[in-house]
């Protein structure tokens, strides 16, 4: 599985954005999906993640953000909405055979798409 992440850009604070993840090679949909993000001098840390339907999220974006896809288009999406400052990273999709977890055990990854929020 290929993955292209896009729709980072800079927002302000309490502003919203929509990240993509374009993903080619095999069935996208008997893939989980996960989000990570990574923030200057810390680790890559998990977001977002789902199968089929629903979603798991980490605690700091629970109620702000939501993980959705579309299997006929082989996408996934991120709604990112009342974004902080603190939610500035560089964005990453990630796709696994078998059920979303949140750690980093995904197969594949795509290459990362900027988000910055401004204060």
């Known amino acids: 599985v290929q993955l292209q992440a896009s729709g980072g850009g800079l927002v302000q604070a309490g502003g919203s954005l929509r990240l993509s993840c374009a993903a080619s090679?095999?069935?996208?949909?008997?893939?989980?999906m996960g989000w990570f993000r990574q923030a200057p001098g810390k680790d890559r840390e998990f977001v977002a993640a789902?199968?089929?339907?629903?979603?798991y999220y980490a605690d700091s974006v629970k109620g702000r953000f939501t993980i959705s896809r579309d299997n006929a288009m082989n996408t996934g999406y991120l709604q990112m909405n009342s974004l902080k400052p603190e939610d500035t990273a560089v964005y990453y999709c990630a796709a696994r055979p078998g059920r979303p977890i949140p750690t980093m055990e995904y197969d594949y990854w795509g290459q990362g798409t900027q988000v910055t929020v401004s204060s």
């Open positions: 789902m199968l089929w339907s629903g979603g």
């Open positions: 090679g095999r069935t996208f949909s008997s893939y989980s």
